[in-house]
């Protein structure tokens, strides 16, 4: 019965345009009477599977563990009409498009991620990480730089219908000088990116790895951050929530009272997934706040 309401609510916020529809109500694989979701599983979490079998197999997967919500992490090798295709055959939804930084510079890079974005019907265009090396490392230069490519980049999206995304990966999570206290380089990325034109994914992992509270995060900017990726640090079974570090009532709690639409279920550690796959879906669905 959760499936098949997962399923029509998809449908309904294909046809809509709108993702409003899932902030509302409990629904769907992972979900509990507290936590109302609506979760999805990264693709990355499947990358296994799409390696050695194929997106098909791996996608069969999600739609066969209940979810109807996916999170693109690359195409694979497919065009972005073959990979929408497969989502459709599997009854699958993505909220957004991955593309690289270096996409975000040029007019005629961005024409093509709108198109992408348009064929796929995403809403979000998502970046994971800016480049960056120990020669090169992440400043307040860089930080800068970055907010203004966001910005920019941003805007262009928006007059197209789609917003832009960034996802943190721990290394904005530094000091500068003159950081106040309590804050890093992230802090000041959220400030002074646009939020008609920018909003953020909070991997909680890579939020809470540089020591920094998930939680303080979504309460100090809330609606500034639009999904999230649940997941936790490995234990010696894989990436089990029961024997995890965080306290994931507490994030998905603070999440849903802040404004976060979207929760994907990201594995780094794939080991033992047809196994721990299950295992977290139930954890989820047992929460309570």
């Not at 029509?8 to 902030?23: H, R």
């Not at 290394?171 to 002074?192: Q, W």
């Not at 997941?231 to 994030?251: C, H, T, V, W, Y």
Request: charged share 25%.
């Amino acid at each position: 019965m959760k499936k098949l309401l997962a399923s029509l609510l998809v449908v309904a916020m294909v046809v809509t345009g709108s993702s409003s529809i899932f902030a509302e109500q409990s629904n769907g694989v992972g979900t509990s009477e507290s936590f109302r979701g609506p979760v999805g599983v990264c693709m990355y979490s499947l990358r296994d599977i799409c390696q050695k079998e194929s997106v098909d197999a791996a996608m069969k997967f999600a739609e066969d563990h209940g979810f109807t919500i996916a999170e693109a992490s690359g195409f694979f090798g497919l065009t972005a009409t073959e990979y929408k295709a497969l989502l459709d055959k599997h009854g699958l939804y993505v909220p957004s498009l991955p593309v690289g930084y270096g996409q975000l510079t040029k007019k005629e890079s961005l024409d093509k991620i709108i198109a992408d974005a348009k064929a796929l019907n995403v809403k979000y265009v998502r970046v994971a990480s800016i480049p960056h090396s120990k020669e090169n490392p992440f400043d307040l230069e860089a930080a800068r730089e970055a907010v203004r490519v966001f910005n920019e980049a941003g805007k262009y999206l928006a007059e197209a219908g789609l917003s832009y995304m960034y996802h943190n990966h721990g290394f904005e999570f530094v000091k500068y000088e003159g950081c106040p206290e309590d804050e890093c380089l992230f802090d000041l990325m959220v400030r002074e990116c646009d939020p008609r034109y920018v909003c953020f994914q909070m991997d909680i992992v890579w939020v809470a790895n540089p020591g920094y509270d998930p939680v303080t995060y979504l309460k100090r900017y809330p609606n500034r951050f639009k999904t999230m990726h649940v997941k936790d640090f490995s234990s010696k079974n894989g990436m089990l929530f029961s024997e995890g570090k965080l306290d994931l009532p507490a994030i998905l709690k603070a999440a849903q009272e802040t404004g976060v639409e979207y929760y994907f279920l990201e594995h780094d550690d794939t080991r033992n997934m047809s196994d721990v796959m299950p295992k977290n879906i139930e954890y989820l669905e047992a929460i309570k706040f």
